[in-house]
Structures are given as C-alpha cells and as structure tokens.
C-alpha cells in the first residue's frame, strides 16, 4: 500500500461516518447516508467544494435583546469597551454556530480552521478587542485552504497576534523576542527535527526579532474608536543586515529602511523559513496529527509525512493548502484501520459532534439571536468546563492535549470524564431551553416510532424488540463495533437495569403503543431508553473518533 | 549515607552518626529501632508541587541586594527600588519583591529557603521543551513519556492502578488539582494522579459505580484508548468516596485571601490543606499558577506594580496562608512544598518593561521540614554570567546555573519521602549530590578552598551551625579559623590547614 495513494474502495457507511468525524466536527445521519457510497476522492471533493459556501456568512451581531442595537452586527460599530468580553464571547458563538449548524453541506472549512486557530494561537481575553479577534478568526478563515506562505505573512502582521506575542513592541533597541521565537518554533519550522537536532540557534531567535522591529497596531481597546489596525513604524525597525546560522545556510537579510522595509524584510524572512526543509514536514505532522493519529511512528514518519511534505513544498505546489487536504483526507492511510477511532474527541468534538448527530438546530444567528445565543452558550460552556476554549487557548502553544506527551489522551482524566459525561447527560435528559418549544435534548419517543412499523397496531405488529432499540440508537454511534457481550450487557444491565427479562421491554412498548397519550405508560419506556442513552454516550467507545 | 541504607549495612561496617563511632549494630538496637521509627514518620510525609507557568523571572523575585547597582542597571526600566525591598533576618545580601510580605515572614520563621540560580546543563529556551525537562527530569538531550514524581510513585507503589484502592493504600497517590493532567505525575505507563478541580463536586461528577466488566477490545490505537478511559473511569468511581470523606473531614482553618482577590493559588492550596487535614494520605499534590511569561509590562507605571508584582502577590499570600493552616491543623510537620517554573528570564530587561527567557532562577521551598533558609549564592551579576546564548546582542545577559534542579528533586525523594538512595538513582537516572536542604550536615561535593562555595553541597560557605562532612577522597584547603557545629572527616578525606588555625567546634 502506498500511504499517500487515494483509497480506491467506495465508503461503506463506516467509512464516510470516519471521514465526516475527522474532517467535520461530526456528521448526522443524513451526511452519512448522502457519502456512503462515494469514492473517498469523489467525498472529499465535495468537502472541499462546500467550504465556499460558509465563506462569507453574515457578522455577528448583538444578541442581548434588552439592548437597542440588538441584532445589528457590532464589530463595525464604534468600540464598546464595555462589551469587551461579551462580544468576545459572541465572536466565538458566531464561529461555533458555523461548526454546528446543520445545512445538508458539510465542508472542511471549520474544523481545518480550527486547526490554524489552535495553530497560530491567539488568546482573545489577552487582546481584549473583539475587533481584533474577529479580524484574525476572519484570516485565518479566508487562508485555511489558501496558500501557507501568505497565511503566514497574513499572521504576521495581524493585529491580534502583534499584540499577543508583543510584535507591536518590539523596536529596534533592546528588540522584543517573542514572536520571533514562536514564528520559528511552533509556526514554521519547529524547535527540532525527529532526530532531535535543533532546527534553529537561540541566535536565530534573536535575529528573527530584529526583522520582525517596526509593527504596532493602533486603536486597540480604546473606547469609541471607529478604526483599528496595524501601522509600520520605519524608525523603529532595525536596518542592519540580519546573519542567520547555519541552519538557515547562513542567510543573510539585508536590513532597509523607509515606509516598505518592513513588508520587504518579512517576505525574505518567511522565505527563508518555508525554504528550512524542516518547515513543510513540521506542518504536515501536525496535520497528520490532526486528521489521522496523533501518534507519528518512523514508518508514518517515512511514508506519510515526508513525501506528504515534499509535495507540499514542490515547486508545483507551492505551499498551497487544499491539494495536502485533499491528498491526505483520500488517503489509504487515512482510511487504514490502525487509524479508526484512534482520537479521544476533544471537546468540541464531543459537544458539537453530539448536536449535530443528534440533530439539533441551530436557530438563525440574525433573525432568532436569543435562541442563537443560548444555543452557543449551552455548547461554549460544555466545551469550556471540559477544557477547550476556542480563541482563547492558554497558551500560544495552544490546547494541551495537541502536543503534549500522550496527546489527545490528555482530555481525559477522572474529572473531565465526569463533566463529558454529565454534559451529554443533558442531552438525554433535556433541561436546557433554547426557546420556547426548543430544549437541547436526543428526541426518544418519536425516533421510536419512526422505527416502529404500524405503531397503533399493536395487536397485528410486533413490537420493536430491545436489540433494535439498541441498534436504532447505536447505528453510527461509535466508530467501533460492539462485542455481542456488550451488547447483551447494555440491554441486560442498563436497559432493563438486571432485574427484568427482555419481553417485558416488549410489555411495556406496547402499553404505550395502545395508549400513546398515557403519561406513566410514555415515562416508562423514556425511563428505560435513556438510561440506555445516558450509558452509550459516557462509554469509553464515545469518547474516541 | 541514607536511612534504608544504613539499616541493611549497619551490621557490616561501622560508621560516623553525629561525631560517635558505633562499631556494630543488631537490628533490636535502639538506634535501628529509632530510625525504623523515623522510616515510618516518613511513610506519611506530602511533598506539595507548584508550578508557575510561563517562566518566572527570578531577578525580581528574589532580589540581590549586594549587588543593587549591577542589579539596577541590567533592567533599570523594570528593577525593584532598593529602599523597597523586603530584607530577610541575617541575610542581609539577599531580599524579596515587596509584594511578598508572606513569603519574607516565613523566611525569618525559618520555613521558606530560598535556593539560587536553578536550571540544568545545555539549558533550551523554549517553554514546551524547558518545562518537559523539568517535569521529567532528564538531561536536555533526553526525552522520556514519564514524569519524575510519577516515576517515584510508581517505584513506591508498585502494581499501580490495578492492585489499587487496598488496604494499604486506599487514598490517589497523587491528586492535582487542576484541569488537565500534569506529565510530572505521569508514571512508567499511566498518571499516577487523579485529578479534580474541586472534591466536592467530584463526587457528585463522578456517581455512582456502574461500569460492566467490559472486556471487549479493537485493535491497535483504538484499543489502547478505550482500555485508557475505562481505566480512568474506574480510577475516578474508586477514589471519588475517599476524597469525599476527607474533604468532608477537612477544615481549613487559617484565612485565605479573599475570593474577590482571584488568588486562584490560594483556591488550590485551600484545596489541597482540606483534603490533607482531611487525612488523605495522598502523597504528592500538584497545584499552579500561571502568567509568568511577562514579555511585556511586567512592571506597571511604577515598578512596584504591574502583572509580575500581581502574580507574586498571589504566590506569596497563598503559600503563606497555606502554611499557617498547617500549623493550626498540627499537620504542618508533615508537608513541604516547592516551586518551579519553566525557566528563568534575561537578566537584561527588553525595551518594553518585560524579559525574554533566560535560564537560571530561584526555586523555592517551604515548610518546617527544612533545614536551611539558602542553598547557593546570589548569581554574580558582575562577571558571574552565564555564556551569552546568542552574540549580536552584547548587553544580553543570562543568569548562569548554580543548582541542578535534578538535586532538589534528588533531595526530596532520598531526604524527604526517606527512599533508598538507589531508588532515587533510578528515578531521577543517575545520582544527583545532595544540597543538604534537609540536613544540618554540609558535605563537600569536591576538593578546594573552604571558603570556595562550589565546594559545599549547599552551595555555600558553611556558617558555624553547620555539620561538616568531608567526603573521601577531597582535600579542603583551610585558610582562616573555622567554627562549626561538628567536624566529620571519613577516611580519605582530608582538611589541610595553610597555616595554624584554630577549629572551633560548637556542637
């Protein structure tokens, strides 16, 4: 098998749930349907193609309903610094909105996002200016499938990361090393290579940051100002030449001064890291890590991650984005079965993953901004409590568990296993109003039904048993297979909680069956599902993707 | 000569304790019987683990005063005002930030020591690897997937989680309190850890038992993952009643800052007396505090204010508030904490009012398990420096390493928790020298002038309480009288006198 080569067997359903959950933040049942059945290239392609769809949705808007101006977007208003933590918030409500709604076109553009975000990490409370962090979100987005050498220039001189890494203080005297460092370490090309050589000197660092003298940006969190940005300061930029080391092959860039030296100075800087060899494999084993298995062995190293590299650094290729998305998402290895569920979902992938899987609306983020924000803070807070913050990562390295030891196993530990499970809890048990006639909740009795042939007959039809029960509602539910003993266990023990024997499943069933309208008759089978319910979603089988 | 070491080559050799030559021992001596009694006062001794995040700039944390000018001139845009600086009883060179009142009280208590220019050989300046070092314990050239306390506990307990709740262990070996687990408390294959962010919610989180004896198991990676959460869930399900009783038992009672102070330190370490006065037998808890990467602004519109002044604020007035509710449970025998962070800052400061990362930085440690109050010296801010890890800048300036922080941890394990000298090598690698942190012996570490620091383990110039142990095989050269508690000499070593002075010994 040639790793990089496109997985030629049409996706059984298994094998689209696998790509929707990797490349979205988790697919309904309908998306599954709609890709079973596609060639893995023909299903990506369409990923792909849909991400133009979302391009450009409406901003966000005010979504307090006690105040005049709500509804009306707010980031072109003038800057309400006592808002500044609250349209933070509806900043990342917008984006989470995106993540989950439910359109019929799943695309790549979020989750891939995402992986810039939690790439080229800005913190949001840090900045304190929603203007900045939407700014940055909306680069970030328009340069996830763009070309990598101009997302970099683009971050670069992005207001919120010159504030968040202190480019907007470094001068010329006594230069700020900031982001000249993690430019290097965590954006480009790594601190070291897989044989632990250092990719750069701590001379590089301080060189990088000579460079990098000159940018500020303006109007930051200054009460109703009705512009903001960056501005290239010349006589704060340093305009001696710049002698990189050895491991950049002793580049040297020469220094300039006037009103484009800075703009001049950062492309020769960002050539010369793209050009390090390490830069284009450092970028592909984080999205390998991403997509397919956060855990890298010498022969994926070898096989995946180099040649996966060199075709994105190709002269053909050019740094562009798409085509390594595309390849790598149509992979053989991609599809191998050493990498099925080989994840622990994050957060988001646990939360938004459940909301659409379950499928529940996202009210329009205009027109019903209430129910909209309380929709977003119900998902915010879930994630949150679980230790995912989007745009607001603790710190430029971004969430732990993307490159700590372990990894993704790092979301998981005695308390964040108990705050999953009693956040898809309120899934089961629905408590949470959205709006009136709208609670956050897996609808049970209906879904029953549907599966229930002549409902009302109760006499003539047979009873849905407890295996198709069980089926029903573990029909693309987890990424693995359940043993027969797991299976028996969950009907046995959970279901029928080890004290009745199946048939009385069908006793109780066609109770309600005949009188559907019975309130006890309806909570004992609700009493049942959902304890069967509540039990799958906090399985270890759950957890992972 | 360690504890465990000296009860099983006891009978074999005599030995020097305290100046008395005991030729042999039975193990029904008493003085076998007393250190087994000392084995067991360890079995319950806590060792708390603070880490602050982001690396803390340790030239405005702990202060040297004897060299105020030096001082001033490296970072004059961020450096304390010498009349504002907090002075510590009978070390006149030395003080702390003023925002650090708690901390200076328990300096002059004796409870706190101050342990200079911390950091480790080849020393890398960025926050991920630097701090994996530290919570690992390796060389900078090394990695490994464990921590340093994780392997220890692993060593102590071993069987761990399988054979665990029992009978001799029912309590977490480790509890962090936190959000995401620490690697310091990850062991050979798991974390020994168990992590909560509040004992009294845990329980509620957690429910009751209920998992099946679910043996089903996928292949490769998926397997090894699902076996991974279902092993956390049984760990959290089987401590969650164990430390809900202790924080139910557990009273705080000494003052914390104020809520609406945000001192989340202080929340931590309110947790962690709870439980302890609670009497989980836990033995190492894992708090932290983060914000130390001050780039910029460290300092506000004096620099006596700012996001550095704030943060140690918070350190010193949680530690000093956590060790004042030790002493009023009576528990504060048994727990010592320490600090530790990413690494240190620049000695210079950068144009705007922060530091770059540096290397070397004082560690800190505290309670009344102590034995002295300054391990090391204050860096040599005149010609002390460490060499400049790049050249272009030639006022760049990095604290250079004294301590090892390895020696610390060295000393935590064989003179704190009192495990064999042998285990310690084995879970920090290799063999680490003492820096008599728990001792009132000061032993030589290499042959030299007395009056030469790097000779002692302490890191400095003995003071007349001192214990001298002189190893074999070194020869300190004597320049001058000397006084001191006791004077131990093993054979092979040797103090050679330059001239005729007296040893005054006071012990």
């Known amino acids: 098998m040639a790793y990089l080569d496109t997985y030629t067997e049409v996706l059984d359903s298994a094998g689209a749930a696998h790509l929707l959950r990797r490349a979205t933040f988790g697919p309904t049942q309908q998306e599954i349907k709609d890709f079973t059945g596609k060639t893995a290239d023909e299903a990506v392609q369409i990923l792909i193609a849909n991400a133009s769809r979302r391009r450009t949705p409406p901003p966000p808007v005010e979504m307090d309903e006690t105040r005049p101006d709500a509804g009306k977007p707010f980031i072109t208003k003038p800057f309400d610094l006592s808002r500044t933590y609250t349209y933070l918030n509806y900043v990342q409500y917008w984006w989470i909105g995106l993540m989950t709604e439910q359109t019929g076109y799943p695309s790549v553009l979020e989750k891939l996002t995402a992986f810039w975000q939690n790439h080229f990490v800005v913190n949001g409370s840090e900045v304190q200016d929603y203007r900045f962090t939407n700014q940055y979100l909306n680069l970030l987005r328009g340069h996830a499938l763009g070309n990598f050498r101009d997302m970099v220039i683009g971050v670069t001189k992005d207001p919120a990361m010159l504030v968040f890494q202190n480019g907007d203080k470094n001068s010329k005297e006594r230069p700020n090393e900031n982001y000249a460092r993690e430019l290097q370490e965590l954006f480009t090309v790594g601190q070291r290579d897989v044989e632990g050589n250092y990719n750069y000197t701590e001379e590089d660092v301080k060189e990088a940051a000579r460079v990098l003298t000159g940018w500020q940006v303006f109007n930051r969190n200054k009460k109703d100002s009705t512009t903001f940005g960056v501005q290239y300061n010349a006589d704060r930029h340093d305009t001696g030449a710049k002698n990189f080391s050895p491991k950049y092959n002793n580049t040297s860039i020469a220094g300039r001064s006037g009103p484009t030296s800075g703009d001049e100075e950062l492309s020769d800087l960002v050539n010369m890291l793209l050009s390090h060899p390490q830069s284009p494999r450092f970028i592909c084993r984080k999205l390998y890590r991403w997509y397919v298995n956060p855990n890298i062995t010498q022969e994926i190293e070898d096989q995946v991650v180099i040649p996966l590299a060199a075709f994105f650094s190709s002269a053909a290729n050019n740094f562009a984005i798409e085509p390594v998305i595309r390849k790598l998402l149509a992979s053989n290895i991609f599809f191998d079965q050493r990498n099925i569920a080989a994840i622990v979902k994050s957060p988001a992938e646990l939360m938004i993953g459940a909301m659409r899987f379950f499928e529940q609306p996202v009210p329009d983020m205009t027109s019903d901004y209430v129910a909209f924000r309380k929709m977003m803070n119900f998902i915010n807070y879930s994630i949150n409590l679980q230790q995912l913050d989007f745009l607001n990562q603790p710190t430029v390295f971004g969430s732990l568990p993307y490159y700590q030891t372990g990894y993704s196993r790092n979301w998981i530990n005695e308390t964040t296993l108990g705050l999953r499970g009693s956040r898809t809890d309120m899934l089961v048990y629905p408590s949470y109003t959205v709006k009136t006639g709208y609670k956050i909740g897996i609808e049970v009795l209906e879904r029953l039904k549907s599966i229930q042939p002549n409902f009302s007959d109760v006499q003539g039809t047979p009873a849905i048993t407890c295996e198709q029960v069980l089926a029903e509602y573990t029909r693309n539910l987890f990424p693995v297979e359940l043993s027969q003993a797991q299976k028996d266990f969950l009907i046995d023990a959970i279901m029928m909680m080890k004290s009745s024997p199946r048939m009385t499943w069908t006793k109780e069933w066609n109770n309600y069956r005949s009188a559907p309208a019975d309130v006890t008759r309806q909570n004992i089978v609700l009493w049942r599902v959902r304890a069967l319910l509540k039990y799958l979603l906090r399985m270890a089988e759950y957890q992972i993707f | ?507």
Request: a neutral charge; glycine letters at 10%; hydrophobic letters at 35%.
């Open chain 2, 1 to 507: 000569m360690k504890r465990r070491d000296f009860i099983g080559a006891a009978a074999l050799m005599p030995f020097m304790l305290n100046g008395f030559k005991i030729k042999s021992l039975d193990k029904g001596s008493s003085i076998v019987k007393s250190l087994r009694q000392t084995m067991a006062q360890h079995n319950d001794r806590i060792l708390v683990i603070i880490y602050l995040a982001g690396g803390n700039d340790g030239l405005n944390t702990v202060i040297p005063l004897e060299y105020y000018s030096e001082y001033y001139n490296l970072r004059s845009n961020l450096a304390i005002p010498e009349s504002k600086v907090l002075r510590l009883d009978g070390n006149p060179e030395t003080g702390l930030h003023p925002a650090m009142t708690g901390l200076q009280q328990m300096y002059n208590e004796g409870k706190l020591a101050i342990v200079h220019s911390v950091s480790y050989p080849n020393p890398d300046l960025s926050h991920y690897r630097s701090t994996d070092i530290w919570m690992t314990g390796v060389d900078a050239s090394k990695y490994v997937s464990s921590g340093w306390a994780g392997r220890y506990l692993d060593d102590r307990f071993p069987g761990y989680p399988e054979k665990y709740p029992n009978s001799e262990m029912d309590d977490p070996l480790a509890v962090q309190i936190g959000q995401i687990s620490t690697k310091t408390l990850v062991g050979n294959q798991q974390s020994m850890s168990v992590t909560l962010q509040d004992p009294d919610s845990f329980y509620k989180l957690i429910g009751e038992p209920g998992m099946s004896e679910d043996n089903n198991r996928p292949c490769c990676d998926a397997g090894d993952l699902i076996e991974y959460i279902r092993l956390k869930q049984v760990s959290a399900v089987g401590y969650s009643a164990e430390i809900k009783t202790a924080a139910e038992a557990g009273k705080n009672l000494a003052t914390y800052p104020d809520a609406s102070a945000k001192n989340e330190l202080a929340e931590q370490l309110k947790i962690v007396a709870r439980l302890i006065h609670g009497g989980l037998k836990s033995k190492v808890y894992y708090v932290e505090l983060g914000g130390f990467d001050t780039h910029a602004d460290q300092v506000g519109s004096t620099t006596l204010e700012g996001n550095h002044a704030i943060l140690l604020k918070k350190m010193s007035d949680a530690i000093a508030a956590f060790q004042n509710d030790l002493k009023l449970q009576g528990t504060e025998e048994k727990v010592v904490g320490m600090t530790f962070s990413d690494f240190g800052r620049r000695a210079t400061s950068n144009a705007s009012k922060g530091t770059d990362h540096g290397i070397g930085a004082p560690m800190l440690v505290f309670g009344k398990g102590i034995k002295r109050n300054v391990i090391g010296t204050n860096p040599n801010l005149i010609n002390g420096f460490a060499p400049t890890t790049g050249s272009s800048r030639s006022y760049d300036k990095d604290i250079k390493m004294q301590i090892d922080f390895r020696r610390v941890y060295s000393d935590m394990l064989n003179e704190w928790f009192g495990s064999a000298t042998s285990v310690a090598d084995k879970v920090m690698y290799q063999n680490f020298k003492t820096t008599s942190l728990f001792s009132e012996t000061v032993q030589t570490l290499a042959s030299g002038a007395w009056l030469n620091p790097d000779v002692w383990s302490c890191g400095r110039v003995p003071s007349s309480k001192d214990i001298i142990k002189v190893n074999a095989g070194h020869v300190i050269e004597v320049g001058h009288h000397i006084v001191a508690k006791d004077i131990n000499i093993v054979s092979g070593g040797e103090l050679k006198f330059l001239g005729d002075y007296n040893v005054n010994i006071t012990g």
